[in-house]
């Protein structure tokens, strides 16, 4: 079934919407919480949470690109889910690689509390993920939003997993200075 059938049927509350977006989606939204949680059975709590927020946010959201839509869905409950379980002090997986990861480029929790500042900082690595070269680019956003391990993305790139760590590195010290450039963070 075609992604705007889908969304249609979310639109007329339809539940088979669900059942056509688990045939279609539901393995590569398992792999994405599963990059992040390590968890079969976290993973796939956070699949039952990702077609209950779908079905919650359509309408009103029209998403422009569902595959997209409910990946964003997934790695933020993931992330969610992950927080959560650190707190209980069970074992992370590549979530809580990739948070500390990127936390040197990021401002504190306490900056990015309010939501208008965190949507400008989401822009901004927008923005920026736009202007780096395709597969750096690429690489930051199968490691950063999608959470897939470094060596992962070294196969899909056919390039060794040393390279992927230096790219991920270079695109994060640009990142750095691109957000202290917008005055997104403190030098």
């Known amino acids: ?18 059942r056509e977006t688990q045939t279609k989606y539901g393995a590569y939204c398992y792999a994405v919480a599963e990059n992040i949680l390590n968890s079969p059975r976290d993973s796939e709590e956070c699949l039952s ?21 409910l990946a964003r869905i997934t790695r933020n409950l ?34 990015t509390a309010a939501r208008y500042e965190a949507r400008e900082l989401g822009e901004a690595v927008r923005r920026f993920v736009r202007r ?23 196969r899909r790139y056919r390039i060794s997993e040393n390279s992927v760590m230096v790219s991920l590195s270079r695109t994060r010290s640009r990142l750095r200075a691109y957000l202290v450039k917008e005055e997104l963070l403190d030098e």
């Open 78 to 111: 993931s992330i969610n889910r992950l927080e959560a379980l650190s707190a209980q002090k069970r074992g992370p997986g590549q979530g809580a690689l990739v948070l500390e990861e990127l936390a040197e480029c990021l401002p504190g929790s306490e900056d």
């Open 132 to 154: 780096v070269p395709e597969r750096d680019g690429n690489i930051f956003v199968r490691r950063y939003f999608f959470g897939d391990p470094v060596s992962a993305i070294a």
């Open 49 to 69: 949470d990702t077609w209950l927020r779908a079905w919650d946010s359509m309408p009103p959201q029209r998403p422009g690109v569902l595959r997209l839509f």
């Open 1 to 18: 079934m075609e992604d705007r059938d889908i969304i249609e049927l979310y639109w007329q509350r339809d539940e088979s919407a669900i």
